[in-house]
C-alpha cells in the first residue's frame, strides 16, 4: 500500500482598498469542494469581510475559522480590533 503524504490545504489571503474608507479581506479556499452541500465548486470559495471606517468602524463578517491563524494579524494590520465599533455578522 502506498500512503500519500497529506497535502497542505491551498489557502490564501488578499487586501485592498476598494473604496476610500473601505478595505476588503478575501480569505481564498481553493479546495472547498461544496457550497452550502448542495452545490459543487471546481475552483474553490472566497470568504469575504469588509471594514468600513467612517463617524464608526465596522467590520462587516470575517472568515472561515481555517484562516484564523493567518487572518487575524493580517486584520490586525489594518485596525486596532478594539477600535471597531459594529460587528456585522451575514
Given amino acids: 500500500m502506498v500512503v500519500a503524504p497529506p497535502v497542505a490545504p491551498r489557502l490564501g489571503l488578499q487586501c485592498e482598498a476598494i473604496a476610500a ?4 479581506i478575501r480569505s481564498l479556499d481553493w479546495d472547498r469542494s461544496r457550497f452550502d452541500i ?6 474553490g ?6 471594514l468600513v471606517r467612517g463617524e464608526r468602524t465596522a467590520l462587516i463578517d470575517t472568515s472561515h475559522a481555517k484562516f484564523r491563524d493567518t ?8 485596525i486596532d480590533p478594539t477600535t471597531i465599533d459594529v460587528l456585522i455578522v451575514s
Avoid at 21 to 24: A, E, I, K, P
Fill in 71 to 78: 487572518w487575524i494579524p493580517l486584520l490586525k494590520q489594518q
Fill in 21 to 24: 474608507d473601505t478595505t476588503t
Fill in 45 to 50: 470559495t472566497t470568504y469575504n469581510a469588509f
Fill in 38 to 43: 448542495e452545490f459543487g465548486l471546481r475552483n
